[in-house]
């Protein structure tokens, strides 16, 4: 089987195609054939970060198809579709070293893998009517956005929800936020990018590069009170706009850090806002199968813009890390 590796260095340009001998399952065990992965800016920080372990398959993100199974194998069979969980032993409850210690294409080989052998617990079935490349999309961005806005944000109808940048997780929380039937702010430095939001049901459009000061536009937009969630991608960068943006007793769910890791932070401006701020990491399996059927019940689809074979893996890492994108980047295997 063919697989992406990076083997002595890394970066970009060190990701190779290599052949690997197909896997065998053992007891309790399962092989995927992965038809399709998708890329996070996770897994272009994991290529480019130096963090300890080589050789490494990367990307956690993959949907396909069990090819054999195990002795003792009873959650899936032969010829299921489905999508391993980015954290493979957090099934269930809070998060915990252990189980956060699992992650594919990190801890553990990813998906950019065409036969990839894991427990039978590591994987859930993909939602009906889903495609390998739609399941792709779910495991991480999805996944992250459900569980910030639903989870541990309980959104509710007439909420109002910002998101920041038109990515994966972006993306997707506008979709499970308007799904809820809340009301979505959200940000871009694209007017391009603006108008396809809007065609998602995005309620109010504020480019922050014509409007740096956007927490103020979000305090004019909600009268004053400020936003009930938001889903905070940019980190240091922009954690002091969400801050002023967000109501009193409003929620911030910490994602992303595409705008750095550490800035001096206001603390007054915290207990201030009495905002619950909480950290989110993905999710276990138990909140994908939520996920998967309220996805379901409300039709959500997911938005790929790109699309790439394997042997472009280079090209596709080099569009992640251009930000060009909206929505998902996939690789077919």
Same mark, same amino acid.
């Given at each position: 089987?063919?697989? @992406?590796?990076? =083997?002595?260095?890394?970066?970009?340009?060190?990701?190779?195609? @290599?052949?690997? *001998?197909?896997?065998? /399952?053992?007891? #309790?065990?399962?092989?995927?054939?992965?038809?399709?992965?998708?890329?996070?800016?996770?897994?272009?920080?994991?290529?480019?970060?130096?963090?300890?372990?080589? /050789?490494?398959? /990367?990307?956690?993100?993959?949907? +396909?198809?069990?090819?054999?199974?195990?002795? #003792?194998?009873?959650?899936?069979? $032969? +010829?299921?579709?489905?999508?391993?969980?980015?954290?493979?032993?957090?099934?269930?409850?809070?998060?915990?070293?252990?189980?956060?210690?699992?992650?594919?294409? !990190?801890?553990?080989?990813?998906?950019?893998?065409?036969?990839?052998?894991?427990? =039978?617990?590591?994987? %859930?079935?993909? *939602?009906?009517?889903?495609?390998?490349?739609?399941?792709?999309?779910? /495991?991480?961005?999805?996944? %992250?956005?459900?569980?910030?806005?639903?989870?541990?944000?309980?959104?509710?109808? !007439?909420?109002? $929800?910002?998101?920041?940048? %038109?990515?994966?997780?972006?993306?997707?929380?506008?979709?499970?936020?308007?799904?809820?039937?809340?009301? @979505?702010?959200?940000?871009?430095?694209?007017? =391009?990018?603006?108008?396809?939001?809007?065609?998602?049901?995005?309620?109010?459009?504020?480019?922050?590069?014509?409007? *740096?000061?956007?927490?103020?536009?979000?305090?004019?937009? %909600?009268?004053?009170?400020?936003?009930? &969630?938001?889903?905070?991608?940019?980190?240091?960068?922009?954690?002091?706009?969400?801050?002023?943006?967000?109501?009193? !007793? !409003?929620?911030?769910?910490?994602?992303?850090?595409?705008?750095?890791? $550490?800035?001096?932070?206001?603390?007054?401006?915290?207990?201030?806002?009495?905002? &619950?701020?909480?950290?989110?990491?993905?999710?276990?399996?138990? &909140?994908?199968?939520?996920?998967?059927?309220?996805?379901?019940?409300?039709?959500?689809?997911? @938005?790929?813009?790109?699309?790439?074979?394997?042997?472009?893996?280079?090209?596709?890492?080099?569009?992640?890390?251009?930000?060009? &994108?909206?929505?998902?980047?996939?690789?077919?295997?």
């Amino acid at each position: 089987m063919r697989a @992406v590796v990076l =083997e002595t260095a890394y970066g970009i340009d060190n990701l190779k195609i @290599v052949e690997r *001998p197909d896997p065998t /399952p053992g007891r #309790g065990q399962i092989v995927v054939d992965i038809k399709a992965a998708t890329l996070n800016y996770r897994d272009l920080a994991t290529v480019t970060a130096p963090s300890g372990r080589l /050789p490494l398959v /990367p990307c956690s993100d993959g949907g +396909g198809v069990v090819s054999a199974i195990g002795e #003792g194998v009873t959650r899936v069979k $032969v +010829g299921d579709h489905v999508a391993p969980l980015f954290f493979q032993t957090w099934l269930a409850g809070e998060p915990t070293p252990h189980g956060l210690g699992s992650a594919l294409g !990190g801890a553990l080989d990813g998906v950019l893998q065409e036969k990839l052998l894991l427990s =039978e617990d590591g994987v %859930t079935p993909a *939602p009906a009517g889903y495609s390998d490349e739609d399941a792709a999309t779910l /495991p991480c961005a999805a996944l %992250t956005a459900w569980r910030g806005l639903v989870i541990e944000g309980k959104v509710k109808s !007439g909420d109002v $929800v910002v998101a920041q940048g %038109t990515g994966g997780v972006s993306i997707f929380a506008l979709q499970f936020a308007k799904a809820a039937g809340a009301t @979505v702010i959200i940000t871009s430095s694209s007017d =391009e990018k603006l108008a396809r939001a809007k065609a998602l049901g995005a309620d109010h459009l504020v480019n922050y590069k014509a409007t *740096p000061d956007w927490a103020k536009e979000v305090r004019r937009i %909600t009268g004053g009170r400020g936003a009930d &969630h938001i889903i905070e991608v940019g980190g240091a960068g922009t954690f002091e706009q969400s801050l002023r943006a967000v109501r009193l !007793g !409003g929620k911030i769910a910490v994602i992303g850090v595409l705008g750095g890791f $550490v800035k001096d932070l206001n603390v007054a401006a915290i207990f201030g806002t009495n905002a &619950h701020i909480h950290g989110v990491t993905v999710g276990s399996r138990d &909140h994908f199968e939520s996920m998967t059927r309220a996805i379901e019940a409300n039709g959500v689809r997911p @938005v790929v813009d790109m699309r790439f074979p394997l042997d472009q893996i280079r090209d596709a890492f080099q569009a992640m890390k251009a930000g060009s &994108h909206f929505g998902k980047i996939v690789v077919t295997l």
